[in-house]
């Protein structure tokens, strides 16, 4: 089973062994692993883990850099098997880490997956200054700016950007993306953010539900399916622009079979009401914040999912 791969990946990180990771690492390949299913379910868990040794004081800083460099190899290797979308081709993002702050592997992995969905990236690096996403982003006439921030000390460098953005008068012009482990959701909207991306997927999802951005604009949900995969449901969402004349597919994924769960889009689009309603009736997925989860397809009562595959 392909499972079997990630809490071994897992392991050889944590145990800061280079020469087992990447054998690991080729074999899940060669059994069908997909790409970035191995970056989110085995490698930067991996990492996380030896991040809280570091915070259980029992790993120091040696290992801790030991891990991030073996990390970073091994996601480079996966991203080049990763196909690029070309669906869009408008958004372009500066993505930098903020000035104080060294840590990049959450946001080269953002950029990778943002730009497998075709966002242009503009990767402006590290222990950046609030200026210089602003004057990149002018540079680059880009839609949004991207700050990743990983430390409690330098959040307050975000709060300093969205303020900058707008002394420069800028507000308008630009999108302000933020993410990383120091920020957190409710925080993100006192500073007055844009968007704020938990995870690789929360990064895509807000950077598709800006449909405010210049040249994107998805203000059409046409159509949600998800489709069962049995290691994972895929969900499938059809995004048009009406004014642009452009769409979109957007694909995310969600796992475990027992109470599978993704946030609800109907806040962004009305349309998705009552197909995520449907969606939860045959497949079983629920939707967060969804305003009334009730069956739409199926009579009250009704037992188990009928369009699953392990529905008999
Ligand atoms: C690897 C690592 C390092 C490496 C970094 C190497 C590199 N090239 O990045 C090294 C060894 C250099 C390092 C140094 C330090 N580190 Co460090 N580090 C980590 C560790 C273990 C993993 C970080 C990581 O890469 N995670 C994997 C990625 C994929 O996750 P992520 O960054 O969170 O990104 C995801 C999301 O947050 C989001 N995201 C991220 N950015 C963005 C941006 C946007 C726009 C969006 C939408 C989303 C988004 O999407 C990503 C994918 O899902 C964390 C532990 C942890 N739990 O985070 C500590 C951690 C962040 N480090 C910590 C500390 C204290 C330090 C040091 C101060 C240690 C020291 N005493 O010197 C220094 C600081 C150096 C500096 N000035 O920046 C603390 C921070 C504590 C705090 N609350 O402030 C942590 C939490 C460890 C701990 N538990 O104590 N570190």
């Known amino acids: 089973m392909q499972e079997e791969f990630f809490p071994k990946i897992q392991k050889a990180i944590v145990e800061l062994d280079e020469q087992n990771l990447v054998k690991l690492t080729e074999e899940a390949l060669e059994a069908g692993v997909d790409p970035l299913e191995a970056i989110e379910r085995a490698h930067m868990v991996g990492i996380q883990k030896v991040g809280e040794l570091f915070e259980a004081g029992e790993y120091f800083l040696p290992e801790m850099v030991g891990a991030a460099i073996i990390v970073k190899e091994a996601i480079i290797k996966l991203q080049r098997l990763i196909p690029q979308d070309k669906i869009i081709s408008k958004g ?6 903020v000035q104080g702050d060294i840590h990049d592997i959450g946001k080269d992995l953002v950029s990778m997956w943002l730009s497998t969905r075709g966002i242009e990236i503009v990767d402006i690096g590290v222990d950046c200054h609030v200026d210089k996403f602003i004057d990149h982003a002018l540079e680059e006439n880009a839609d949004i700016i991207g700050a990743s921030c990983l430390l409690t000390t330098t959040a307050p460098e975000l709060k300093k950007l969205v303020e900058r953005v707008k002394e420069r008068g800028l507000k308008e012009r630009f999108k302000v993306l933020v993410g990383g482990a120091a920020v957190h959701r409710e925080w993100v909207k006192e500073i007055g953010a844009d968007g ?47 004014k642009h004349n452009h769409g979109l597919i957007l694909k995310t994924r969600c796992y475990g079979r027992d109470n599978p769960s993704l946030p609800s889009v109907v806040s ?40 699953r595959k392990d529905y008999l």
Do not use: C
């Open 196 to 242: 704020f991306g938990q995870d690789m997927k929360e990064a895509l999802d807000v950077a598709s539900f800006l449909k405010g951005a210049p040249g994107l604009e998805f203000d059409y949900l046409a159509h949600i399916t998800a489709v069962d995969y049995w290691d994972y449901f895929e969900l499938i969402y059809q995004l048009i622009s009406i």
């Open 268 to 307: 962004l689009w009305r349309g998705a009401d009552y197909q995520e309603r449907e969606i939860h009736d045959l497949m079983g997925i629920t939707f967060k914040g969804h305003p009334n989860m009730k069956p739409i397809v199926l009579w009250p009562g009704f037992k188990g999912h009928p369009l």
């Open 92 to 97: 372009k993002i500066v993505m930098g880490t």
